[in-house]
């Protein structure tokens, strides 16, 4: 059983358009957190969302956690073709850093 | 830019070879993790540890064993390499903090491990 779901598994948009992508649970985190990764490399994280209902802008990168803290969405707005790769949520469980299986993201030029 | 390094980063290997992927980190974070990732897939953790001493096995079996002698090594062991084991492995580390905001993972650049 996957802790996070995050959908969709995959998506390929054109240049300028906006998106949003979801990781959702049906348990209660203290934190969620976004990471990319692009090829051949490990991921890097983009934020941590602490605070139920809270957002956090980074650029064109919208991030919200939700009320309940069991979901938490990622709207990128005018994508651009630098934001291709694996975006992945995280967050923690049992003393150990859990991951979804990642929304691989592919903007066309 | 995180403090946490893997060698080799590409390792092409022969059936039955034993072989070490090293990693070091030097942020002197406890809490240190190995996940196995096939190209475009997701994050498998195969090994974590909280500190020196401690190992534990990850959710996603694996033949490969992990050592935490120091706080700064985390070494993964393969005693006899199988086509099976051809994959990325990828390491990465953590404070050990209760605190939600310090809970980030930093990743090393991976070893890309194929066995022939």
């Known amino acids: 059983t996957q802790l996070l779901e995050q959908s969709p598994q995959f998506l390929s948009i054109q240049e300028g358009e906006n998106l949003t992508v979801y990781c959702n649970s049906s348990s209660v985190f203290s934190s969620l957190q976004w990471y990319r990764q692009e090829p051949g490399e490990g991921p890097v994280l983009l934020v941590t969302?602490?605070?139920?209902?809270e957002v956090k802008k980074l650029k064109r990168l919208t991030f919200q956690f939700g009320d309940a803290r069991k979901d938490s969405s990622l709207h990128i707005t005018a994508a651009q073709t630098g934001d291709t790769g694996l975006y992945l949520c995280?967050?923690?469980?049992?003393?150990?850093?859990?991951f979804g299986k990642g929304t691989r993201l592919h903007i066309l030029p | 830019e995180a403090d946490i390094y893997q060698t080799p980063r590409y390792l092409v290997i022969g059936t039955g070879k034993k072989i070490t992927l090293e990693c070091s980190q030097t942020m002197g974070h406890d809490k240190m993790y190995w996940y196995q990732q096939d190209p475009g897939m997701e994050l498998h953790l195969i090994h974590y540890?909280?500190?020196?001493?401690?190992?534990e096995k990850g959710d996603l079996s694996s033949e490969s064993t992990v050592s935490r002698i120091r706080t700064e090594h985390f070494p993964l062991t393969l005693e006899s390499a199988r086509p099976s084991h051809t994959s990325q492995y990828l390491c990465?580390?953590?404070?050990?903090?209760?605190?939600?905001?310090?809970?980030?993972?930093?990743f090393g650049q991976g070893t890309r491990l194929t066995v022939v």
């Open positions: 540890s909280y500190g020196v001493n401690s190992t």
């Open positions: 995280a967050g923690n469980r049992d003393d150990k850093i859990i």
């Open positions: 969302v602490v605070t139920g209902g």
């Open positions: 990465a580390s953590s404070e050990w903090d209760s605190h939600p905001t310090n809970t980030e993972a930093f």
